[in-house]
C-alpha cells in the first residue's frame, strides 16, 4: 500500500515560481516511477512530467524547459519546480506513483491546487 501526500500548491503570478511536493509512504518507493498530473477545471487529467526509479525524466511539451521533476528516494519526496508560471498552469496537481509492472496498481494523492493569475 502506498499513501501520497501533495503539498506546496497555492497563488502565483505570471511568471513566478512554486515548488510542489509528494512525500509516499510504503516499501520499495526507490521502483517505482512517480507522477505529477493536473486537472484544469472542465478537463481531464494530464500527466505533467515523470521520473522513473533511475532518474528518467519526461515532460509534457506545454511544460518543457519552465518545470522540472526530481526524486529522493531516502526520503521518499518527488518534486515538482515550476517556473514561468502560465495562467494556463492552473489546476489541481496531483502526485501518482506506479511499478513498472504491467498489472501494477497505480496510486494517487488527493492533490494540490495551483492558481496562476494573469
Known amino acids: 500500500q502506498v499513501q501520497l501526500v501533495e503539498s506546496g500548491g497555492g497563488l502565483a503570478q505570471t511568471g513566478g515560481s512554486l515548488r510542489l511536493s509528494c512525500a509516499a509512504s510504503?516499501?520499495?518507493?526507490?521502483?517505482?516511477?512517480m507522477g505529477w498530473y493536473r486537472q484544469a477545471p472542465g478537463k481531464q487529467r494530464e500527466l505533467v512530467a515523470s521520473i522513473t526509479g533511475g532518474g528518467t525524466t519526461n515532460y509534457a511539451d506545454s511544460v518543457k524547459d519552465r518545470f522540472t521533476i526530481s526524486r529522493d528516494n531516502a526520503k521518499k519526496m518527488v518534486y515538482l519546480q515550476m517556473n514561468s508560471l502560465k495562467p494556463e498552469d492552473t489546476g489541481v496537481y496531483y502526485c501518482?506513483?506506479?511499478?513498472?509492472?504491467?498489472?501494477?496498481?497505480?496510486?494517487w494523492g488527493k492533490g494540490t491546487p495551483v492558481t496562476v493569475s494573469s
Open positions: 501518482n506513483s506506479k511499478r513498472p509492472i504491467p498489472g501494477s496498481m497505480s496510486y
Open positions: 510504503g516499501s520499495f518507493f526507490s521502483s517505482y516511477n
